[in-house]
């Protein structure tokens, strides 16, 4: 029982329930399953990383399938990609394809989860060709059922942002033989790798992204748009209304008034959120290590932490402390809740740029994410909390 009379679990572990949340966010989001074929060097791996991270193939341990088939999970379980190698030329022979098949087979009966739902075929550009034992192999894939995106990789951009006109008439060549069953009739255009001595920036991501998400089954949809981290737009648009259900959440509970003391009953709500949020994020670490940099940002001591950030809302928000006579209600609430989700996001932002190797890192010194959350924090309140309804405007 707390001085507002309400009673409050003591044995709520936020922890364990960022653990749980973040689990059963992820599973609710299901798998993407990407299958990727090319010839060695085509440049498979470095788009896989552009548009997923670096974690799926270097450290995820791959599982054998069948034959030249190996499948890689991402930890967050939002993405698996099966690594295709010696299909690409048709040469290898009809063993090898019919293993695939009976493998496709095997896996359209399985849940949605479990199945491939899209092929990414890459091909260099550079090799200026594309043979008719690889438009069969592309036929085969479709006749699967398998939606194939057909990649032209490591493709450069004239200063003017056109393609080389060899690389165009590759496309054109590759369109006349399979647009009738490409993902959207014709070949994308990528670099997956910037290159400052090529003058080379990366390109053609965000339209691979688009192509592959319109030939994803529905379903599998959302996780697809969790593990991609090419468009973060979309991510936040995401989490601005999970942040929005978190102030929904808290303003309910401070609807009967409570002292500052009390900001604890606001903290399952604000638990659920962050770990809601961080499941979009789909960071390239197990959900253990997520629920440990949670923690490190803002769980481990969140009751008193919350009392420092409402804090900083009356110090940030000239005459919200007056105003309340130091009783958390519904606004306050709200703020407080809206600050801490959207400082949340900010800290996965930077933290999905970085390696599973630079994530631990940042475990070492906890005192760094700490202070990378609070100052989010403090700049989500002073802007006014934009974007999240029932608390914008709140800012003087
Ligand atoms: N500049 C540039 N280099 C690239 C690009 N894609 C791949 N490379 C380089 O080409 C080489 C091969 O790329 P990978 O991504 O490993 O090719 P892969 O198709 O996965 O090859 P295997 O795993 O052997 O089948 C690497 O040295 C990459 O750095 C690109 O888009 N731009
Ligand atoms: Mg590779």
Wanted: net charge negative; glycine share 12%; aromatic share 8%.
């Amino acid at each position: 029982m707390n001085s507002t009379g309400t009673t409050f679990d003591d044995d709520f572990d936020p922890f364990e329930a960022f653990r749980t949340t973040y689990r059963d966010q992820c599973r609710r989001l299901g798998r993407f399953n990407l299958a990727v074929f090319g010839k060695t060097g085509a440049g498979k791996s470095s788009l896989v990383n552009a548009m997923f991270g670096s974690t799926v193939a270097e450290t995820g341990i791959g599982r054998p399938v069948t034959l030249g088939t190996t499948y890689y999970e991402h930890p967050s379980g939002v993405f698996g990609m099966f690594d295709c190698v010696g299909f690409e030329t048709g040469e290898s022979g009809d063993e090898i394809l019919r293993s695939l098949k009976r493998e496709i087979d095997k896996t359209r009966a399985l849940p949605l989860d479990e199945q491939m739902h899209v092929a990414w075929y890459v091909i260099r550009w550079s090799d200026r060709r594309f043979e008719d034992s690889q438009a069969d192999f592309v036929r085969e894939l479709r006749g699967m059922g398998l939606p194939v995106v057909l990649v032209l990789s490591q493709v450069p951009l004239t200063a003017a942002g056109t393609v080389h006109p060899d690389a165009e008439s590759l496309a054109e060549f590759i369109r006349d033989q399979v647009g009738d069953v490409i993902e959207g009739g014709y070949p994308v255009f990528t670099n997956a790798i910037a290159d400052p001595h090529m003058g080379q920036q990366p390109h053609g991501l965000f339209e691979l992204l688009e192509c592959t998400f319109r030939a994803a089954p529905e379903g599998v949809r959302s996780a697809l748009h969790a593990a991609q981290r090419i468009d973060l737009q979309r991510k936040r648009d995401d989490c601005m209304g999970i942040v929005a259900a978190g102030v929904m959440a808290a303003g309910a509970i401070g609807a009967v008034p409570i002292p500052f003391s009390d900001a604890a009953l606001l903290i399952p709500a604000q638990v659920t959120m962050m770990a809601t949020i961080s499941s979009r994020y789909a960071l390239p670490v197990d959900p253990g290590t997520v629920a440990s940099l949670a923690g490190a940002a803002a769980l481990a001591g969140f009751a008193s932490m919350a009392g420092r950030l409402l804090a900083n809302i009356a110090k940030l928000i000239p005459g919200i402390g007056s105003v309340v006579g130091g009783a958390i209600n519904a606004t306050i609430a709200g703020t407080l809740t809206a600050g801490i989700g959207l400082a949340w996001m900010a800290v996965c932002e930077h933290l999905v740029e970085l390696t599973p190797a630079e994530i631990e890192s940042l475990l070492g010194d906890r005192s760094g994410l700490r202070k990378m959350f609070m100052d989010a924090f403090n700049a989500q309140v002073r802007s006014g909390l934009k974007g999240i309804p029932g608390v914008s405007g709140l800012a003087a």
